[in-house]
C-alpha cells in the first residue's frame, strides 16, 4: 500500500480508504467487523464514518477494540461526519455518542457533514456555533483535525474551501465527473487533504460496468481505471472504497501501490486514450466538459449534471446509473442538486457562458427524454434550439 500526506494535517494516509456507510445495508455486524479487520490487515490505516450512518460507528468501534489490541493507536486514523446543527447542544450530543460508540479518547479527524454552500451553514461557522465548539475540542487534544464532507455545486464549496476554516475536503470528484476540479486545485493550494468519496460506486456504478465501459477500458476493469486516474493527480490523497464483505476487498485494492510511473502508467495512458477516444467519437460536438460555467441556472437546472449522465448513458451504455440519478433529481436529498432537464424555459441564458457552444437546451431536452420517459428526440425544442444557436451566432 502507498501512503500520501493528507495535506497540512500531516497524517500519513492509505491511498484508499475504508468507507464504512455500506455496514448498514443487510451486513452483518461479524461480517462488517472481519471487513473493517481485513481492510486494515492489507494495508488501509484510514477509516471513514458518520453518525448518520446508523449502527456504522458502532460496529467500527467494535472492530477497533480488536485491531487496536495489535496496531498501535498512532498508526490508525479514524474520521467520522457530524450534520452542523444550528443548535450547538445537539452538536455536543452527536459528537458524544460518536465517541462512545467508537470507544476512542481522541478522534484523528472530524468532518461537518454536507454542507454544500456557506450560507447554509453560517449559524454553525460562528465562534457561539459548532465551529467554536470544535476549536476547543482541538485545543483539548480531544479532535486532532477538521475538515468537511460535501455533495455541493463548484462555487458554494468554494466558498467553503475560502474560508480556511478546514484542513480538508472529502467530494465528488472522479472521470466521470470533472466538475470539481478547480475545488480540488484550490485545496492544493491551501494545503488541504482531499478525499474522493465513492468513486466506484457515485462514479459511475463502476463495480458494475456495462460492457460498452469494460471494452473501452480494458484490460483495465473501469473502476481501476478511476482510480488510476484519481491517483495520477498528486491534489488527490486518498479514495473511499466501501466493500460490504471480506471477499470484495482485493478487488477494489488492484491500485494499492500504484504511483503513477512505469509500465503501469504507460498502460493506463492507452486505456485513457481509448476511453477518450469512445467518447468523443459517440458524442461528436454534444461533448460537455463539465465546466460549470454555464450555472447558475434560473430554473435551478442541475445543467453540468444532467448533461454529463446524458452522455455517460450514450457514450457507454451506463443507463441504469444515469437513469438512477436523474430520477432523484427534485428530491430536494442532498446528494442530487437542481430540477429536472424539462424544466428548461430555453430562456438561453446559458448558451454564451458555454465555452463548448452547445445547444443546451435542446440538449436538456434529449436527457429528460432519454433518462425519464425512454424516448429520443423531440423535434419542436430541436427546431427552436436550432434557432437560439443561430441568434447566438448572429
Same mark, same amino acid.
Given at each position: 500500500?502507498?501512503?500520501?500526506?493528507?495535506?497540512?494535517?500531516?497524517?500519513?494516509?492509505?491511498?484508499?480508504?475504508?468507507?464504512?456507510?455500506?455496514?448498514?445495508?443487510?451486513?452483518?455486524?461479524?461480517?462488517?467487523?472481519?471487513?473493517?479487520?481485513?481492510?486494515?490487515?492489507?494495508?488501509?490505516?484510514?477509516?471513514?464514518?458518520?453518525?448518520?450512518?446508523?449502527?456504522?460507528?458502532?460496529?467500527?468501534?467494535?472492530?477497533?477494540?480488536? *485491531?487496536?489490541?495489535?496496531?498501535?493507536?498512532?498508526? !490508525?486514523?479514524?474520521?467520522?461526519? *457530524?450534520?452542523?446543527?444550528?443548535?450547538?447542544?445537539?452538536?455536543?450530543?452527536?459528537?458524544?455518542?460518536?465517541?462512545?460508540? +467508537?470507544?476512542?479518547?481522541?478522534?484523528?479527524?472530524?468532518?461537518?457533514?454536507?454542507?454544500?454552500?456557506?450560507?447554509? %451553514?453560517?449559524?454553525?461557522?460562528?465562534?457561539?456555533?459548532?465551529?467554536?465548539?470544535?476549536?476547543?475540542?482541538?485545543?483539548?487534544?480531544?479532535?486532532?483535525?477538521?475538515?468537511?464532507?460535501?455533495?455541493?455545486?463548484?462555487?458554494?464549496?468554494?466558498?467553503?474551501?475560502?474560508?480556511?476554516?478546514?484542513?480538508? %475536503?472529502?467530494?465528488?470528484?472522479?472521470?466521470?465527473?470533472?466538475?470539481?476540479?478547480?475545488?480540488?486545485?484550490?485545496?492544493?493550494?491551501?494545503?488541504?487533504?482531499?478525499?474522493?468519496?465513492?468513486?466506484?460506486?457515485?462514479?459511475?456504478?463502476?463495480?458494475?460496468?456495462?460492457?460498452?465501459?469494460?471494452?473501452?477500458?480494458?484490460?483495465?476493469?473501469?473502476?481501476?481505471?478511476?482510480?488510476?486516474? !484519481?491517483?495520477?493527480?498528486?491534489?488527490?490523497?486518498?479514495?473511499?472504497?466501501?466493500?460490504?464483505?471480506?471477499?470484495?476487498?482485493?478487488?477494489?485494492?488492484?491500485?494499492?501501490?500504484?504511483?503513477?510511473?512505469?509500465?503501469?502508467?504507460? !498502460?493506463?495512458?492507452?486505456?485513457?486514450?481509448?476511453?477518450?477516444?469512445?467518447?468523443?467519437?459517440?458524442?461528436?460536438?454534444?461533448?460537455?466538459?463539465?465546466?460549470?460555467?454555464?450555472?447558475?441556472?434560473?430554473?435551478?437546472?442541475?445543467?453540468?449534471?444532467?448533461?454529463?449522465?446524458?452522455?455517460?448513458?450514450?457514450?457507454?451504455?451506463?443507463?441504469?446509473?444515469?437513469?438512477?440519478?436523474?430520477?432523484?433529481?427534485?428530491?430536494?436529498?442532498? @446528494?442530487?442538486?437542481?430540477?429536472?432537464?424539462?424544466?428548461?424555459?430555453?430562456?438561453?441564458?446559458? +448558451?454564451?457562458?458555454?465555452?463548448?457552444?452547445?445547444? %443546451?437546451?435542446?440538449?436538456? @431536452?434529449?436527457?429528460?427524454?432519454?433518462?425519464?420517459?425512454?424516448?429520443?428526440?423531440?423535434?419542436?425544442?430541436?427546431?427552436?434550439?436550432?434557432?437560439?444557436?443561430?441568434?447566438?451566432?448572429?
Amino acid at each position: 500500500m502507498k501512503y500520501r500526506r493528507f495535506g497540512r494535517t500531516e497524517m500519513l494516509v492509505s491511498q484508499f480508504s475504508l468507507g464504512c456507510m455500506q455496514f448498514i445495508r443487510n451486513t452483518s455486524e461479524e461480517t462488517a467487523i472481519s471487513t473493517i479487520e481485513q481492510a486494515v490487515a492489507s494495508g488501509v490505516n484510514h477509516i471513514e464514518t458518520a453518525r448518520g450512518y446508523g449502527n456504522s460507528e458502532e460496529r467500527v468501534g467494535k472492530a477497533l477494540k480488536q *485491531i487496536l489490541k495489535r496496531v498501535p493507536r498512532e498508526q !490508525l486514523y479514524v474520521t467520522t461526519k *457530524i450534520g452542523p446543527s444550528t443548535k450547538v447542544d445537539e452538536f455536543k450530543r452527536n459528537f458524544d455518542k460518536s465517541m462512545g460508540y +467508537l470507544g476512542l479518547d481522541y478522534l484523528d479527524n472530524l468532518d461537518f457533514h454536507g454542507p454544500g454552500n456557506l450560507a447554509v %451553514i453560517g449559524p454553525a461557522m460562528r465562534d457561539d456555533g459548532c465551529l467554536g465548539y470544535v476549536r476547543r475540542l482541538m485545543s483539548e487534544g480531544v479532535v486532532r483535525h477538521f475538515g468537511f464532507s460535501t455533495h455541493g455545486y463548484p462555487n458554494g464549496v468554494l466558498d467553503l474551501v475560502n474560508t480556511n476554516e478546514f484542513e480538508s %475536503i472529502n467530494l465528488h470528484y472522479y472521470y466521470f465527473y470533472q466538475g470539481l476540479r478547480d475545488v480540488v486545485a484550490r485545496a492544493a493550494e491551501l494545503d488541504m487533504g482531499v478525499f474522493i468519496i465513492s468513486p466506484n460506486n457515485q462514479g459511475g456504478r463502476l463495480q458494475a460496468p456495462t460492457s460498452k465501459l469494460t471494452e473501452a477500458c480494458a484490460p483495465l476493469a473501469p473502476m481501476n481505471f478511476n482510480h488510476m486516474w !484519481l491517483l495520477n493527480q498528486p491534489d488527490v490523497h486518498t479514495l473511499s472504497f466501501g466493500p460490504a464483505k471480506p471477499d470484495e476487498i482485493d478487488a477494489n485494492l488492484v491500485a494499492q501501490d500504484y504511483d503513477g510511473t512505469g509500465k503501469q502508467r504507460e !498502460l493506463f495512458d492507452r486505456v485513457l486514450e481509448q476511453v477518450e477516444s469512445a467518447y468523443r467519437t459517440q458524442l461528436g460536438d454534444d461533448f460537455c466538459t463539465v465546466c460549470n460555467q454555464c450555472l447558475p441556472c434560473p430554473e435551478n437546472i442541475n445543467i453540468p449534471g444532467v448533461l454529463n449522465w446524458r452522455q455517460m448513458h450514450k457514450a457507454f451504455e451506463m443507463t441504469d446509473y444515469a437513469k438512477g440519478r436523474y430520477e432523484k433529481v427534485g428530491s430536494g436529498g442532498a @446528494w442530487i442538486l437542481g430540477v429536472k432537464g424539462d424544466r428548461c424555459t430555453k430562456c438561453g441564458d446559458c +448558451l454564451p457562458r458555454c465555452p463548448e457552444r452547445l445547444d %443546451i437546451p435542446q440538449l436538456l @431536452w434529449h436527457a429528460h427524454q432519454e433518462l425519464e420517459t425512454g424516448l429520443v428526440s423531440g423535434p419542436a425544442w430541436e427546431h427552436e434550439g436550432d434557432l437560439l444557436k443561430q441568434d447566438l451566432k448572429n
